[in-house]
C-alpha cells in the first residue's frame, strides 16, 4: 500500500503545490526580512557618517579659528562690513549679489587683513575638499547670514564682502545661544545645494544683533552617494541570501512536511476510489507508517480513525436507510389510510341542493390529528363534525381515527350533539393513558328549516353569515375537552340558516398559521377574507381562505394541522319548481344568473324567442341593481323562480335603498336618441315584454316579473 501511495505522490500534485508556495513564502519572507534588516543597517550606516562628517567638519571650524587668529585679528574688517552692510537703505541692500553691491563693498575685498584670511581659510580647505569655510556673520535682526570672507574653493559658489542672504530664525538662535559645550551645527535645506550641514565656531561678538563665525558647510550629498554605494552592495548580498536560506527551507519543508502531506493525500484518493469500487475493507492510512513526531503524524492517526469510523457510519447508515424508508411507506400508506377515512369526493350529495358542502385537511407532518366529517342521519338530517386531537404525527393519528368513529357511531345513533359529546367522551376517556385529549365541534342540520342544533367541547368559535350578509364569529358556550374527566355533561344551542346564509368550522391550526417572524394569522383575517365575497361557493371560500394562509406565511414552516368546513344552505324547495340562488350584487354576476334562470327554462321547454326575452330582463335589472342598489356599498341579490301552471316568475331581492322602478317616467320612444333623455329604457323593454311586473318594499327591495313559457 505504501508503494502505491507513493506513485500516487508524483501525479497527484498540483500545479499550483504546497511545496512552491512554500518555496515562495521563503523567498518573501527572507527577501522582506533581509529589507528590514538592510534598513536598519544603512540607517546605522547613514548617521554614523553623517556624525564623522559633522565631527571633521567641526574640528575644522575649530583650527581654521586659531589660524585666523594667529595671522592677524580680523576684528576690525568683520566690524567694518557689518557697521557698511547697517549703514545701508533696505533699497540698497535689497541689490545683493549684484556689480553695484560688489562694488560698495570692494575696498573689504582688496584690504590686506581680507587678503591674509582668504588664504588662511583656502589653506585650511586644502584638507579637506568636501567642506567650504568661511567667516559669516549672523544678523539677528534681520534673519540673514552677512559674508565677510568667503574665498573660492573648487566648483562652491564664493560670496563677496558684504554680500548676504536668508537663514531661518531657529538656525540664528541656535548659534548665538550656543553655551560652548558639544558640537554647534546645524541642517538646512538650501536653494543651491539641497541639505547640508553647517559647522561653527563664535569668532567675535557685535552687540545682541550680529555675531561673526567661522562657517563650514558639508554637503550631505556625499552622504547619500556613500550609502547608496553600501546599498547597492547589501541588495546584491541580500539576493544571494534571500535565495540560499529560500532553497534551505522549501527543502527542510518538503521532507518534514510536504512530502508527508502528499503521501495522506494519495492515501484518500486511493481509498475514495475504493469506496467506488464497493471495497470496504483496507487500512489506506495505517499503511503509509508516517513517523514524524508531529501534528502530520497525529493527523494520519486521525485519518485512519476516521476510515475505520466512515465504515462503521456507512454500514449504520445502510441499515439506518433501509429503515426509514420501510417506515416511510409505512407511513405514506398511513398518510392514505387516513385520507381515506375522511370524506372526500365533492359535491358531496349530488341528489340534494338543499346544500352545499367542501371542506378540506392539510396535515403539518405526513399524518396529522385533525378530522372532520359530515353524514346524514336521515332524510332531513345533516351531522357535521369537526375536531381537533392533541399532538402530532402517528399517536394523534391513531387517537383520530378512534375519536371519529367513536363520535360518527353516537351520531348515526339519533343522539342530539350534546348527548353525542358526553357519550363520545366516556368511551375515549375510558383507558385513556397516554392522556390526549380533542376538542370537537358536532352540529346537526335540520334541512327542511334550516336549524343548526351544535355543541361544543373546547373547539373554535364557529363563523356564520350573519342578516347583514358579512360572516361573523358566533361566540357558543364552550364544554369541556374530550377525553379529560368521565361524565362531563355539555350544552347544546341552535343556530337558523336562511337560505344563503353559510357556516365556517376550522381547527386552531388556521388562526394561528405563523410567518417567520411569528406573527399569527388570526381569525380578524380569517373574517376579512370571507367578507370579500360572500356569496362564492364552500369550494372557492376554502380555496381562497388556502390561498390567503399560505401568502401570509410563506417560506415559513406549516406548525399545526389546517382543517376547513364550509356548509351553505340553500333552503328547502317547496315542489320541484321553486328554486333560488344568491349572488353579489354586480353586473359580473349577469351570466351566472342567466345560466341559472336558463337552465330551468330549458326543463320546461321554453321557446327560444321567450328565453331571449326573459334573459334581456335578467341582464336590465341585475344591471340596474348593481349601478343603483350597490353603487355606495357591496351585497347580494337573490333570485327567486318558479314555474306554476306554465308561467314563470322571477323575484329579485336586494338590500339597497328603496327604489320602485315602477314609478319611473316611460321614455318618449317617438324621440330620437339624441333627444330623449338617458336613462328608463331598460325597465321600459323589461315592462313591455314581461307579461306583468310587481314591486314592493318589505326591508328590502322585491321586484316580480312574470312570463307565460307554455
Known sequence: MSEIADDTINESVPKNSLEKKV???????????????????????????????????????KSTRLAVRELGDPYELVEGVIERYDNLTDEQRAKTGSEEYRAMFDDFAQSEMYLIVSEALKTQNTDSPWNDIYIGVFDRKRNALLYVCDPPVGSSINYAPGEWEPVGRKEIDK??????????????????????STSGIPLYFYGTDY?????????????????????????????????????????RMRRQFIDPVNRIAAAATHYLEDRRKGITSGEHFNAIGIKTNDEIENLCDVMS??????????????????????????????????????????????????????????????????????????????????????????????????????????????????????????????DNQEKMFVTAWVGILEISTGIITASNAGHEYPIVRNEEGRFALYKDAHGFILGGLENMKYSEYQLKLKPGDSLFVYTDGLAEASDINGTMFTTDR???????????????????????????????????????LCLKYNGL??????????????????????????????????????????????????????????RKQKGDVKISCTVTDGVMKLTFTDNGPP????????????????????????????????DDMEYRYEDANILTISKKIA
Open 659 to 690: 327604489f320602485n322602478p315602477l314609478q319611473a317616467k316611460e321614455p318618449d320612444t317617438t324621440l330620437s336618441a339624441e333627444e330623449r333623455e338617458i336613462g328608463g329604457l331598460g325597465i321600459f323593454l323589461v315592462r313591455k315584454t314581461m
Open 175 to 196: 548659534f548665538f545661544e550656543w553655551d560652548g559645550t558639544g558640537r554647534l551645527y546645524d541642517f538646512s535645506d538650501t536653494n543651491l545645494y539641497g541639505w547640508m
Open 573 to 630: 324547495n317547496e315542489n320541484n319548481d321553486v328554486h333560488e340562488i344568491i349572488l353579489p350584487g354586480v353586473t359580473e354576476s349577469i351570466d351566472q344568473a342567466t345560466e341559472f334562470v336558463n337552465g330551468i327554462l330549458e326543463k320546461h321547454d321554453c321557446p327560444f324567442k321567450t328565453m331571449t326575452q326573459i334573459d334581456m330582463a335578467v341582464d336590465e335589472i341585475l344591471a340596474n341593481i348593481g349601478m343603483y342598489a350597490y
Open 23 to 61: 518555496f515562495r513564502l521563503s523567498m518573501i519572507g527572507s527577501f522582506l526580512l533581509g529589507i528590514v534588516l538592510m534598513v536598519i543597517f544603512l540607517g546605522i550606516y547613514s548617521q554614523s557618517l553623517a556624525s564623522q562628517y559633522i565631527i571633521e567638519s567641526f574640528a575644522l571650524v
Open 526 to 564: 380569517v373574517l376579512e377574507v370571507l367578507n370579500e365575497d360572500t356569496g362564492r361557493k364552500p369550494e372557492e371560500m376554502l380555496k381562497a381562505v388556502s390561498s390567503a394562509v399560505d401568502e401570509f406565511t410563506r417560506d415559513a414552516e406549516q406548525f399545526d394541522d389546517l382543517t376547513m
Open 211 to 251: 555675531a561673526a563665525f567661522v562657517l563650514s558647510d558639508v554637503l550631505l550629498t556625499d552622504v547619500v552617494k556613500a550609502v547608496m554605494k553600501m546599498a547597492l552592495r547589501c541588495i546584491f548580498g541580500l539576493l544571494i541570501g534571500t535565495l540560499g536560506i529560500g532553497l534551505i527551507i522549501a527543502r
Open 305 to 430: 480513525q476516521m476510515e475505520k469510523g466512515l465504515n462503521e457510519y456507512e454500514a449504520n447508515i445502510t441499515r439506518i436507510t433501509a429503515e426509514k424508508e420501510r417506515i416511510s411507506t409505512e407511513l405514506s400508506l398511513a398518510a392514505r389510510i387516513q385520507s381515506d377515512a375522511l370524506p372526500s369526493h365533492f359535491p358531496a350529495f349530488t341528489e340534494r341542493n338543499e346544500f352545499d358542502l367542501y371542506a378540506s385537511m392539510d396535515p403539518a407532518k405526513e399524518i396529522g390529528g385533525d378530522f372532520y366529517d359530515f353524514f346524514l342521519v336521515d332524510d332531513d338530517h345533516l351531522c357535521i363534525l369537526i375536531a381537533d386531537v392533541s399532538g402530532k404525527g402517528i399517536p394523534a393519528s391513531l387517537f383520530m381515527m378512534a375519536s371519529k368513529i367513536v363520535i360518527a357511531d353516537n351520531a348515526k345513533m339519533g343522539r342530539s350533539p350534546a348527548e353525542i359529546l358526553a357519550a363520545a367522551n366516556n368511551v375515549i376517556t375510558h
